[in-house]
């Protein structure tokens, strides 16, 4: 079983769509990490979380402790925010990757 | 804004051959780390170091596997022998430290190619 499941494993949306991704981990966690990978491969982190709620720009990111789950949304979507989503959780240092979520949108 | 560095960004080798990927922190960070990505997987996890040794590692760390920070600035992954199975791209990312408030910031990744 794996420790960390995305769903949708694959999203397309229309531009403007409000989407939503999300994440179940099954492991004690200090921290939740929403990352996003572009095609030509690198990742950067969009938001690190342990509790409640953050925005950045059109992304919110959410987690619920005690449901152990976590989501990303972005609102107003746009071509440019077609990626690979990755949720990823903390144990120690080291991250627990999730399987990620391909979004494409679509203009 | 600082970054983490990889060189090369594309290694083609022969099974059985030697290969050495190299990085270049975030200057100011402490703690290092190893991924991989096959192609089409997840990322996993392959060593932290932190202090010049080996904090943690993950099972596919084996004998085959080695990490060393040789200078103040470089932090490189040994693969020896390779197999064709290690072929994937290898990230690294750097921290300023561990605890739960502390992001990685990830390199570009060096494809391993094995052949």
């Known amino acids: 079983k794996n420790e960390v499941e995305q769903s949708p494993q694959n999203l397309t949306a229309q531009e403007g769509e409000f989407i939503t991704i999300n994440c179940s981990y099954s492991v004690g966690i200090s921290a939740l990490h929403w990352l996003q990978q572009h095609p030509g491969g690198g990742i950067v982190s969009l938001f690190m979380?342990?509790?409640g709620k953050k925005k950045h720009g059109r992304l919110i990111a959410t987690i619920n402790i005690q449901e152990k789950h976590s989501s990303l949304h972005i609102t107003a979507s746009h071509p440019r925010d077609s990626a690979v989503y990755i949720c990823a959780v903390s144990q120690g240092g080291k991250l627990i990757f999730g399987q990620g979520t391909e979004l494409s949108v679509k203009p | 804004e600082p970054e983490v560095t990889q060189t090369p960004s594309h290694q083609v080798t022969q099974m059985g051959q030697e290969v050495i990927l190299r990085c270049v922190p975030i200057?100011?960070?402490?703690?290092f780390y190893w991924y991989r990505q096959i192609l089409g997987q997840k990322v996993e996890f392959l060593v932290s170091f932190y202090n010049n040794e080996i904090s943690e590692k993950s099972e596919i760390f084996d004998d085959q596997f080695s990490v060393e920070r040789p200078d103040g600035s470089n932090f490189t992954l040994k693969i020896r022998s390779t197999k064709l199975e290690d072929s994937a791209m290898y990230f690294c990312?750097?921290?300023?430290?561990?605890?739960?408030?502390?992001?990685?910031?990830f390199g570009p990744g060096t494809r391993l190619t094995v052949l």
């Open positions: 979380l342990s509790s």
């Open positions: 200057s100011n960070h402490l703690y």
């Open positions: 990312a750097s921290s300023p430290g561990t605890s739960s408030y502390n992001e990685q910031f």
